[in-house]
């Protein structure tokens, strides 16, 4: 199973970003996926989480800029984020706790985007 991350870059504060996940591989169901960010000398955070029924969760930092979604379909999720800050700068990292089987199910992460917001 592989999460490939897309869409990261430099953009000045207030400015606006998507990021793009895709899982591929060996996939019987997806169960929650996600985005995390590590910023420099910091510990991973959680950003926003949304289940496979379309339930979502947010970092009180990032409520009413960041919106994710996903497509069951093609096992995507996106982050689009909107008015960004300087503080928003970070690594990137794509989540999914997913079933291999009927039986068998494992968290994974992407490599990682960065996110460089310029004020």
């Known amino acids: 199973v592989q999460l490939v991350e897309s869409g990261g870059g430099l953009v000045r504060a207030r400015g606006s970003l998507k990021l793009s996940c895709a899982a591929s591989g060996s996939i019987f169901r997806i169960n929650d996926m996600g985005w995390y960010r590590q910023a420099p000398g910091k510990q991973r955070e959680l950003v926003a989480q949304?289940?496979?029924?379309?339930?979502?969760n947010y970092a009180d930092s990032v409520k009413g800029r960041f919106t994710i979604s996903r497509d069951n379909g093609k096992n995507t999720v996106d982050l689009q984020m909107i008015r960004l800050k300087p503080e928003d700068t970070a690594v990137y990292y794509c989540?999914?706790?997913?079933?291999?089987?009927?039986?068998?199910?494992?968290?994974?992460w992407g490599q990682g985007t960065q996110v460089t917001v310029s004020s």
């Open positions: 989540h999914a706790f997913l079933q291999v089987n009927r039986n068998y199910a494992f968290e994974y």
């Open positions: 949304i289940t496979s029924g379309g339930s979502t």
